[in-house]
């Protein structure tokens, strides 16, 4: 048996704009994304063969074959005459349907693994199989700060923050990826992140200017549907942040500071009201 351990790390999406529906009803994306130190630890055992089981501890999450984690294992070895057993160990930290692509950040540990073990794709190939598994989850196999378009699938690099904290706040309602898609076909305007004015900022790393820029197409239609989402967003925005957005398609929102205190001191007036919160760093390893 060999194992393996991985860190699999939430995103935020520091812009998000949504652009053309697709006939087969999935929509182009235009997104700046970035990992985070807030993670999942993702184990892998590897026999040569045998069943497939999935663990967890920490936060609940599904221990069966409806796991992203275990689907990604699945598309990894459809059609390559492989069919080891496996042993899945998911330590879970980040909260789901939050927009923070947690199962995604599970299935690219899982991917990662595999293709280090195996060897069996090319990078190519990789994003391809990851786009299998979900729109967020080649961007979670690069990791890092990344313009990402298309469906997801087209990654170029922008350089990530450094030193910047963030305040993730989880409110206690979950949020329909395909139910804000649905709802924002239906929005007649929808909030323009300026994308290229964001990437120039953080070549720059002038974090106050990226704070300004941060903006999310699904924000208003989140905000109407889930009135909680709007009033964590009014107070995290009167703290004493450079800026505060969804992050994704929610529900989790999120706050930028210059450093670790001022986020911690935010986080408090949560805490008090008893919602899930992290601090976390733009750097991974923190
Ligand atoms: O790819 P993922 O499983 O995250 O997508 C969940 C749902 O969100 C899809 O079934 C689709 O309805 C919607 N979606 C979309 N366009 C995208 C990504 C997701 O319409 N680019």
Not at 51 to 61: A, C, F
Not at 185 to 196: K, L, M, N, S, V
Request: contains cysteine; aromatic residues 6%.
């Amino acid at each position: 048996m060999i194992s393996y351990r991985e860190a699999a790390s939430a995103k935020l999406n520091l812009s998000l704009n949504v652009l053309e529906r697709l006939p087969d009803g999935y929509h182009t994306l235009e997104s700046v994304m970035h990992t985070v130190s807030l993670h999942d630890d993702v184990d892998l055992a590897i026999t040569e063969e045998g069943d497939w089981q999935i663990r967890g501890e920490g936060l609940p999450i599904p221990l069966n074959e409806t796991n992203l984690a275990w689907k990604a294992a699945e598309i990894y070895f459809r059609d390559s005459g492989f069919r080891p057993g496996l042993r899945i160990h998911i330590h879970k930290r980040i909260p789901s349907q939050a927009g923070l692509g947690g199962g995604s950040a599970d299935a690219a540990a899982v991917f990662r693994i595999l293709n280090r073990h195996y060897g069996l794709y090319d990078e190519a190939q990789m994003i391809e199989k990851a786009m299998q598994a979900g729109s967020d989850v080649p961007f979670c196999l690069a990791g890092g700060a990344k313009l990402v378009r298309g469906r997801g699938e087209i990654l170029s690099d922008v350089p990530p923050l450094q030193q910047a904290s963030f305040l993730i706040v989880k409110p206690f309602c979950a949020c329909s990826t395909a139910a804000l898609f649905r709802a924002i076909d239906e929005e007649p305007e929808r909030p323009a992140a300026d994308t290229q004015a964001l990437c120039d900022a953080m070549k720059r790393g002038a974090l106050r200017d990226v704070g300004a820029l941060l903006r999310n197409a699904f924000e208003p239609v989140a905000c109407r549907l889930y009135p909680e989402i709007a009033e964590v967003l009014d107070q995290l925005r009167s703290s004493n942040c450079l800026g505060a957005i969804l992050t994704g398609s929610g529900s989790a929102c999120y706050s930028l500071y210059e450093n670790a205190l001022e986020a911690q001191m935010a986080a408090k007036i949560f805490q008090e009201k008893g919602l899930q919160c992290f601090c976390a760093s733009s750097n991974e390893t923190d």
